[in-house]
Nanobody, 121 residues
Framework: QVQLVESGGGLVQAGGSLRLSCAAS????????MGWYRQAPGKQRELVAG???????NYADSVKGRFTISRNNAKNTVYLQMNSLKPEDTAVYYC???????????????WGQGTQVIVSS
């Protein structure tokens, strides 16, 4: 089993920045890739960014150039640096431990509890 705990959400004005963190514990040796998803009210959960153990990444088109995913394998932690935030980035952000192949991230059943991000206009 893998446990994921997110932190770093909050309220920020449009144009501002936030950094999310996700710490993994438990059977971390089984983790290949990690990713961030988000879910806005009334919308489906969507992939924001994913990163492999080797550092390959993929991003949703809506966040390319603004968000950066990174990881510290020694600390079993993944980060999401979010810059130039927009009101449409408002959502609950979830961490996931999954797989990465063919240049894409694929989710698993391991999810964090989520952290709220609110971007005011």
């Amino acid at each position: 089993q893998v446990q994921l705990v997110e932190s770093g959400g909050g309220l920020v004005q449009a144009g501002g920045s936030l950094r999310l963190s996700c710490a993994a514990s438990g059977s971390t040796f089984s983790i290949n890739a990690m990713g961030w998803y988000r879910q806005a009210p009334g919308k489906q959960r969507e992939l924001v960014a994913g990163i492999s153990s080797a550092g390959s990444t993929n991003y949703a088109d809506s966040v390319k150039g603004r968000f950066t995913i990174s990881r510290n394998n020694a600390k079993n932690t993944v980060y999401l640096q979010m810059n130039s935030l927009k009101p449409e980035d408002t959502a609950v952000y979830y961490c996931n431990a999954g797989d990465f192949f063919g240049g894409r991230y694929y989710s698993s059943d391991y999810w964090g509890q989520g952290t709220q991000v609110i971007v005011s206009s």
